[in-house]
């Protein structure tokens, strides 16, 4: 496939700035052929005056026609074959089985959704029947579900290129939804995104979409992103990616003179707590998990475990002992770019200034800055270290971490409360331990959106119980997920019908119940008519 570094509106390519940047090979530091192109605000205002006008047929198509789009985009990604997953490698350093794996989770998950569709109880159907013989006054007839919200503006993040990018659970779940998507380009993979586009614009051409349902925009910096949030047709906007952008964007979004909600997925530090039991049991599987979990994907993961908690005893000393023989093995590999290698690198360096941090173990081998490698770093400290320095309680994005000594299950709660809101939070321990540390158990459920029991955060089950948010700064909004079928709710609304005609209202609400979705009728879930 040629890429043509366009902005791709509807079946229009534009490219009306003469200003271009071009993807870049992190490990060799060489720009990729094709020249992409700023948009400007007047494309994207096309691109969302589209969207906009469209919004009303595409919301209201049967759901089945927004799941065969939904299987067609499967059918188009799967076509590009290795092309695609050869580009997304040389912009971002992955291994092509790493890519292979995200292109395979992007599908299934497009399935998943459109299963959702052809069920159709997502809609959140509720019936409570009048009674007009109700004294003192009628009880009125009320019905509402949940319907579209308009269109909707999707940042992808460098990270995951293919699995959280254009073809990600935003694009998907807003389309899903009936809501119009303009996806913004992540500029460390553009080329990856425009075929990713191309792939979801051949299937709405085949699938007969109207015109304007999807559009990509190009652009590097801020400029083009902020213009999207801003415009007045977007009704919605979802982002993934460093606490900085989505805060910058969660502010625009809310300085709108008509504010949106903006659904930011950002950074954490998923700390996992080590419980004695479960140290004395098999150090050295732990070590092996928590190695493995910083390390994967050069540690490039939101779910990178950044704290490991322990009480000090001689097993925690052994653990710290296995955990620096495994980190000195580990590989220096390429990182995504050289700004996220810049960030790594300028955090590590500020570390060294920390005198109660004790290097505890770091790669044997040597990194190539030129390669935009980095080493993998494992510090220690102690619970009064740790407070003392509120940096170690932030996202360091790479293939680092500290383990933290606590004299006592308190000193361990006294962490447990500083914490801010996490993706994930993990527990390693026996029964015996989770009696004992019950205390720590219960404050640990109001900082984190996922709990793991005697597991590691890095790889999320795509499904529908999943939640992947938080608290603040996890997610901007911690009651919704950005994976797993619930991730649908964040582009529509409850709509409310009082007495509204039986023919005049929407299919989920008549009183046929045509397709048999479930429906609370009088507060019991049934698939009856009324
Ligand atoms: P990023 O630098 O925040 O970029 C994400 C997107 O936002 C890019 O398209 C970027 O475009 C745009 N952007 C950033 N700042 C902006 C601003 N001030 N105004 C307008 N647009 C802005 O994040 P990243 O480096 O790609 O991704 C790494 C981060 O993502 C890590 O912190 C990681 O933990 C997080 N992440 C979170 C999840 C999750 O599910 N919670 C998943 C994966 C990654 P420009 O570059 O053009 O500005």
Redesign the pocket.
């Known amino acids: 496939m040629t890429l043509t570094g366009k902005q791709l509106i509807g079946t229009t390519e534009s490219a009306d700035s003469s200003e271009t940047f071009q993807g870049v090979n992190p490990a060799t530091g060489k720009p990729l052929d094709t020249k992409f192109h700023e948009a400007t605000a007047a494309e994207i205002d096309r691109a969302a005056t589209m969207a906009d006008e469209v919004f009303g047929t595409f919301r209201d198509m049967l759901a089945e026609r927004r799941a065969d789009f939904l299987e067609a985009i499967v059918e188009e990604t799967l076509a590009m074959g290795d092309e695609f997953l050869e580009i997304a490698s040389a912009e971002t350093g992955h291994p092509l089985p790493r890519c292979t794996m995200e292109r395979d989770r992007a599908v299934n998950q497009a399935r998943l959704f459109a299963n959702l569709l052809r069920e159709g109880s997502w809609v959140d159907a509720r019936i409570d029947l009048g009674d007009a013989s109700r004294t003192p006054a009628p009880k009125p007839d009320v019905r509402s579900l949940l319907q579209p919200i308009g269109p909707v503006a999707v940042?992808?993040?460098?990270?995951?290129p293919i699995a959280?990018s254009v073809l990600g659970a935003d694009t998907i779940s807003a389309l899903a939804s009936g809501c119009p998507v303009i996806v913004?380009a992540?500029?460390?993979h553009p080329g990856t995104c425009e075929m990713a586009a191309r792939a979801i614009l051949k299937a709405a051409e085949k699938m007969r979409m109207p015109e304007g349902v999807f559009s990509l925009v190009q652009?590097?910096?801020?400029e083009s992103?902020?213009t999207l949030v801003q415009h007045p047709k977007i009704m919605a906007a979802a982002?993934?990616?460093?606490?900085?952008?989505?805060r910058?964007?969660m502010d625009v979004a809310a300085a709108r003179p008509h504010p949106i909600p903006f659904y930011a997925?950002?950074?954490?530090v998923n700390p996992i707590f080590i419980l004695p039991g479960a140290l004395k049991e098999n150090p050295e599987t732990l070590a092996d998990g928590f190695v493995n979990a910083l390390t994967l994907g050069v540690g490039q993961f939101?779910t990178n475990p950044g704290l490991a908690l322990g009480i000090q005893s001689d097993e925690w000393d052994r653990f710290s002992q296995l955990v620096s023989e495994r980190v000195a093995q580990y590989t220096p590999s390429t990182m995504l770019h050289a700004g996220?290698h810049a960030a790594y690198t300028d955090g590590i360096l500020a570390r060294a200034d920390n005198e109660e941090l004790l290097l505890l173990g770091e790669s044997e081998a040597e990194a190539d800055p030129n390669a935009c490698e980095a080493a993998a770093y494992v510090y220690e400290t102690t619970q009064q270290g740790l407070l003392n320095d509120p940096t170690l309680l932030e996202?360091l994005?790479g293939p680092s971490s500290t383990l933290v000594s606590c004299g006592k299950l308190t000193d361990m709660v006294e962490i447990a409360e500083k914490l801010e809101g996490s993706?994930s939070i993990t527990v390693h321990g026996t029964e015996a331990d989770l009696a004992e540390f019950k205390p720590l158990l219960k404050i640990l459920q109001r900082k984190a959106g996922r709990l793991i029991f005697n597991g590691f955060p890095v790889g999320i089950e795509v499904c529908h119980s999943m939640h992947?948010g938080g608290p603040f700064p996890?997610a901007s909004h911690s009651f919704f997920t950005?994976i797993g079928t619930r991730c649908i709710q964040r582009f529509v609304r409850p709509v409310c019908y009082q007495n509204w005609p039986n023919s005049q209202l929407p299919l989920a609400l008549q009183n046929e119940n045509p397709r048999g979705v479930w429906r609370m009728i009088d507060g019991v879930m049934t698939r009856d008519e009324v």
């Open positions: 940042f992808g993040a460098s990270n995951f959280i913004k992540h500029p460390a652009g590097k910096g801020i992103g902020t982002f993934t990616g460093s606490l900085k952008g989505g910058a964007l997925e950002m950074g954490s939101c996220i996202e994005f993706l992947h996890a950005s």
